[in-house]
């Protein structure tokens, strides 16, 4: 009955993460051309089942075209998302209305993610503009999960997600607009990491919006690649506002007050479904066990009210790509071709403009306090990433009419905006599986620049807990 898919083979990636394949690496036990061509055996033998590839770069990646000889990650294989620009190379935005030309420079990220010595092997699906939570769409077809091919990703950073669960790579580039690195995270069996605002190099003209709800990260099956791959990028740029992450190596030593939201009703967002329910009171003891205090509380805040409010800067920011797309593409957008979704979201705005100065306000003020009251009482805030369990293709399907898909996606991930918009850090961990074996990951976000607190938690839970992945069931 299992529909699993993955690349993990005996061949000298076995089951390393990058850590340890940097390692044999540098200690010569492995060359980067065995490490790069296993990573292309391995994508070819799965990709046409999972449908995460868009773009391929073999040639550069087997001439190590643009590999930093001193990053700490030297050589080991990764993808690059493909709403993120590498030189060369067209970034397609997982859209069809225009035909992208190729980068003339590579995105700021790029550069930050390639100066850890990263080889990119090619480009990863995500959904038109990455809006939703699923990769369904007509251009690049469906992106399947490893665990289960009749289930989906999550996203937008789905094909990500999809090649480093399978084993392909053991990192991947990874961004989140409300959700789109904790989400595929969660749903894969990864660690996600969403990091404080302005920890890592924004998205590329992100400085002029209102409130910048884009972060830039990477997907792993460790938290020390997380942590590792945290601590080299601040080499290439380190905020001075914020504290250093720095080399985060080994468990959280002292106690935290960790605080969980009760259960909602059904009919309103923040509803936690029974699977959900059961793996989040099973985290709830496990941390109860490691000696920290937790404790339930009320959701903070007017959950509907915050919702409609996020759909419309959610729905401005929708308007603006698939508006004004073409300034970046450099060809005329035919926006007659987008999808039902995305159509739909960006006429939210496009309705009422005058609606979102008042909801930059509400989303700035409400959240910003009610994050700051519970943090002035806990120093962990846990949550599901997802409040329901995986959903099968076809249930975000964009097709479906805008106002359906936001009904969805709103009891599906009521949790994970809220950090988009206060800046704070957030990690999704996969700490349980659902009834049918199906990945279910745990959200613990803390005070904005805290990324080192929940870096030391994730090891000790990560030590507590082993997490498996498809090597050790597949």
Known sequence: MSKQIHAFTDDVLGNLDAVGIATAIRDKKISIQEVTKAAIDRAEKVNSQLGAIVLKTYEDAENLKYVNKEGFFYGVPTFIK????????????GTGVFKAKAAKSNGSFTNQMLHTGLNYLGKTSLPEFGLICSTENE???ITRNPWHTDY??????????????????PIAHAND?????????????????????NRLVNFDGSQVLPINIGYQGVLTRSVRDTAAFMYEAEKFFKNPKIPSIGNVKSPLKKRLKIAYFEN???????HIDEDTQR???????????????????????????????????????AYLETRMMHLLAGETLRSRQLEPFSYGLSNLFA??????????????????????????????????VTALRTPEIGYFSPLLSSKEIIRRASHFAPFTGMQNVSGAPAISLPLGQDSRGLPLGMQFSAPLGQDALLLELAYEIEEAQPWKNLFDVG
């Not at 909602?264 to 923040?270: R, S, T, V």
């Open 351 to 384: 309705k009422n403009p005058l609606r979102l100065l008042n909801s930059i306000k509400v989303l700035k003020e409400t959240i910003g306090k009610a994050e700051e009251d519970l943090m002035k009482k806990y120093d962990v805030l846990l949550t599901p």
């Open 264 to 270: 909602e009703p059904p009919h309103l967002p923040g």
């Open 152 to 169: 989906t990703t999550g996203g937008s950073s789905s094909g990500s997600a999809a090649m480093v669960a399978s084993g392909v790579v």
């Open 82 to 93: 493909d709403n993120e620009n590498i030189k060369g190379y067209p970034s397609q935005f």
């Open 279 to 317: 793996v989040l009171k099973e985290t709830v003891n496990l941390l109860s066990s490691l000696g920290h205090i937790v404790e339930e509380v009320k959701i903070p805040v007017d959950v509907e009210n915050i919702r409609r409010h996020f759909l419309n800067y959610y729905g401005f920011l």
């Open 139 to 141: 251009k690049w077809g």
């Open 177 to 197: 607009g409300a959700g789109s690195i904790r989400i595929p995270a969660s749903i894969c069996g990864l660690v996600g990491l969403k990091p404080s605002r």
